[in-house]
């Protein structure tokens, strides 16, 4: 298992890949929150939220990636797993953040669809 500090280090040298261009009107940067969190679509206990990216009117433009939830599906996987893990969920809430910018939402279409097909899963 990762500690959050070991997290917040992996996070950090991901962060540093990114092109500085990416960060523009991402004026709260990344947060590595400490909590489990899970979908609110939720209907099994299985569907928990990796990171988000976030627009508040008093905190502005921001990503948070949920260590708990990442312990909780990838706390035993090796460290190279661990790392690209976390580099897929960085990259996916930068692209929610360039689309927001651009007023694109195909990612957000792309992300109801997957939903969409988990909760088909639990239909009886």
């Avoid at 991901?14 to 991402?26: N, Q, S, T």
């Avoid at 948070?64 to 809430?93: C, M, N, Q, T, W």
Wanted: proline share 3%; no cysteine.
């Amino acid at each position: 298992m990762y500690t959050i500090d070991e997290t917040e280090v992996i996070l950090n040298e991901i962060a540093e890949e990114i092109p500085v261009e990416f960060y523009k009107h991402l004026n709260g940067g990344i947060v590595l929150r400490e909590e489990i969190k899970l979908h609110p679509q939720n209907v099994g206990d299985d569907l928990f939220i990796m990171g988000e990216y976030i627009t508040h009117p008093h905190l502005g433009k921001f990503i948070a990636i949920y260590y708990g939830s990442f312990i909780k599906i990838h706390g035993s996987a090796s460290p190279d797993h661990y790392r690209e893990e976390l580099r897929k969920v960085l990259k996916h809430e930068f692209r929610h953040h360039l689309e927001g910018l651009a007023g694109f939402a195909d990612l957000e279409v792309e992300d109801r669809s997957e939903i969409e097909a988990y909760l088909k899963k639990w239909e009886h």
